[in-house]
């Protein structure tokens, strides 16, 4: 038996792709140790541990923006070196900060009086015997510009907020006092854990002395230390310089191996921190092979289905282009005539009536000139789907040429004529809806019957000839032909 051209292509297609899936199965599977070793080595951790850091750089960045903006303020200057008289005013300030940019705190604390002012009034005042309001004294007389502080926000329910504190100052460089907002440790927690979903690495944030400060595990929070790692100790000794450069390691975990990569972020002072479990490379890697199998089973089954979808729709297509018109979707010329000799056939063996009717555009140029070439284009597909929904379901309509179409029906010339006048009535109301104010547009239409002894080309001459006796007579008819009309 022989094998058709399309077959012998997929089963060429099949065995190269098979060849190909083997191939490549096998040199994956024996590059899946140096994959492995490339993880271990900090390849990919330390890229996505960039990744990580430029992102929390626009999560922090606003607030941190926000808060520098505060400290600049001359309202707030202002206010605090006039002896805070209206608390009103500050109040206000505060709450239009908060309403603003949406953080859950904004606050500011005066060194002149110690009053922690809030969005909802004064807080407390605050005191060196106050464990709570050491935070406040210590960024005093740090003398640094800004800090993060993780603390309990008694503003709201205690609930465990980073605080963004900036250093307040009048215009001779005295300090005022401290100014900032709050973030919520949740909300924040959040965040980092839809990082860790994204990237599927442990992802949390530590200060200089490698005591985790954010986390999404809160009991890791204020408990944890990097510093409290043998491998990872050294990097937070008291003097240690948090503006090196990143670094990699690798330490005991209860879970077995834990690879960690770190780096500075000098806009919040604490350290990123991203680690994984080595098991969990381990699984990926050996992972890595049955995923290949299934990708590749399943790429050369579906190459092999949308190749013999696309054999078989391009066959369909160029039937379809051999036999319809681009524009009207009509049959064309070619295949009008070859299915009139099907019905001639079908005249001759049966005594079944056969007519034609020719249609022509009256003044379709107009359209032209009008509207342009686009507006008569859609004229012409208006006209073909008026036929199509306006014709019975065996007759065949066909474009012959520019503004030319043709029905061809096995019906008498009367019932020929009825089918026309349904089309010519349908096109009227098209025209009504696309173009009203171009005049003289309609239908001409020459109805033929064919009679015993008429080919194609006689029953297309007297339609023809009916068609031009209907532009004769003024446009806008229907003629059926008599044998008297030239």
Known sequence: MRI??????????????????????????????KALTLEISGSSLPLLRENIYSELQRDFLPAMHIASMMAADSFLKNWALDGERDRREIVQYLKEIRDKY?????????????????????????????????????????????????????????????????????????????????????????????????????IYLVDRTGLVQAATDAARI?????????????????????????????????????????RYMPEIDWFLAVETDRRDVLRSS??????????????????????????SRFHTRLEELASTDDLTGCANRREFEARMKRMFYRRERYGRPLSLAMIDVDFFKRVNDALG?????RLLKGLADTMLATKRPDDVSARLGGDEFAVALEADAAEAAAVAERIAASFRTFLKATAPNVPGLGLSIGIAQAADGDDIEKLLAKADSALYAAKREGRGRIVRFSGTAT
Request: charge should be negative; glycine fraction near 6%.
């Open 222 to 262: 204020h408990r944890d230390s990097l510093a409290d790692i043998p491998e990872t100790a050294k990097l937070f000794a008291r003097n240690a310089d948090p503006t090196e450069k990143p670094f990699d390691s690798t330490y005991e975990g209860p879970n077995g191996t834990v690879m960690v990569t770190a």
């Open 102 to 202: 949406g953080y859950e705190s904004t606050f500011f604390v005066s060194a002149a009086t110690g009053r922690y002012y809030h969005f909802d009034g004064v807080l407390k005042e605050l005191s060196p015997q106050d464990e709570h309001d050491r935070w406040f004294y210590s960024f005093r007389d740090s003398g640094r510009l800004y800090r993060l502080d993780v603390d309990t926000d008694q503003a709201a329910e205690d609930r465990l907020t980073i605080f963004v504190n900036y250093r307040l100052e009048d215009y001779e460089g005295r300090f005022l006092g401290v100014v900032g907002v709050g973030i919520v440790m949740q909300n924040f927690s959040a965040l980092l854990r839809a990082k860790e979903s994204d990237y599927r690495r442990r």
């Open 286 to 311: 050996r992972n890595s092979l049955a995923t290949t199998i299934l990708i590749g089973l399943s790429a050369s089954i579906l190459v092999i289905l949308l190749s013999l979808a696309t054999f």
């Open 4 to 33: 058709s051209l399309k077959h012998r292509l997929i089963i060429a297609l099949a065995g190269i792709l098979t060849t190909a899936f083997v191939l490549i199965s096998g040199l994956n599977y024996t590059a899946a140790t």
């Open 373 to 377: 070439h686009h507006a008569g284009d």
